[in-house]
């Protein structure tokens, strides 16, 4: 079967975890691994096949198709059905941009990772090059793709009462960077995605980024240099090539 024709996932997203467990298949065995948006399992069932003690979640558990193990249902926007530190590794592919309450997340799952615990996002990068021109002309992520309006905003699932939002919620690096942080989760890498060539061609627009971001530490660094650490990762995040060329975020945090 060809990736892009796994249902409920993003090609992307299939590439970067499968790369991901097979460089990390030593280190994941007896793991516990959350896999928070669940959709057909396959993600699930590609760590269950590395020795991993998979508990797998989704809003619509009845997608399941790969993997062998029970998902069980989840409503991100409340409190996880997850002891406290019961996880060490939770994982979160293509759902983060559908979420109203994006702090409430962070916190919950704070909550669920053990100390040292991995927290994975995959995610639209709306901090890329083409999505700011995006921002700019059409104020979507996408320049041929209009933002969702009030009648395609709350999709709800055929013979269900359930539902989830449209990707109306897309948040860049920062903006995440500073929601996890503030749940004590801080940002370990940003894992290479597919770059796009309008960003590429964008780039022409690099050196301005470059000085703003610049002027911004240093007056920031007058005025509070105790905090050097953070402000040098936001100019550091502002200023990625990775960022600003990939299409998708691609994010690991460490809980501390």
Request: hydrophobic content about 40%; charged content about 20%.
């Amino acid at each position: 079967m060809d990736i892009n024709d796994i249902p409920h996932t993003r090609g992307n997203s299939i590439r970067f975890f499968t790369s991901y467990i097979t460089k990390h298949a030593s280190s994941l065995k007896g793991k516990r691994i959350y896999d928070l948006s669940a959709g057909s399992g396959y993600i699930a069932r590609l760590f269950t096949e590395k020795g991993g003690k998979v508990s797998a979640y989704d809003l619509f558990p009845e997608h399941n198709a790969f993997s062998e193990i029970d998902i069980r249902k989840i409503d991100l926007q409340y409190e996880f059905p997850i002891e406290d530190k019961s996880a060490d590794v939770v994982i979160l592919s293509e759902t983060f941009e559908h979420l109203p309450n994006q702090f409430h997340f962070f916190k919950e799952t704070e909550r669920v990772l053990d100390t040292n615990g991995i927290l994975i996002i995959t995610t639209p990068n709306t901090s890329s090059l083409r999505s700011r021109f995006s921002q700019f002309v059409t104020e979507s992520e996408h320049y041929s793709n209009p933002l969702p309006d009030e009648t395609t905003a709350f999709v709800t699932w055929p013979g269900t009462t359930d539902g989830y939002f449209n990707k109306i919620f897309i948040s860049g690096i920062l903006r995440i960077r500073v929601l996890a942080a503030i749940n004590g989760l801080e940002i370990r890498k940003i894992h290479k995605s597919q770059f796009t060539s309008t960003s590429f061609l964008l780039l022409i627009f690099y050196p301005f980024i470059l000085f703003f971001s610049w002027k911004n530490l240093r007056r920031q660094l007058k005025l509070s240099p105790e905090n050097y650490h953070i402000y040098h990762s936001i100019y550091k995040l502002n200023t990625s090539f990775r960022i600003l060329l990939s299409k998708h975020l691609i994010i690991e945090f460490l809980k501390k």
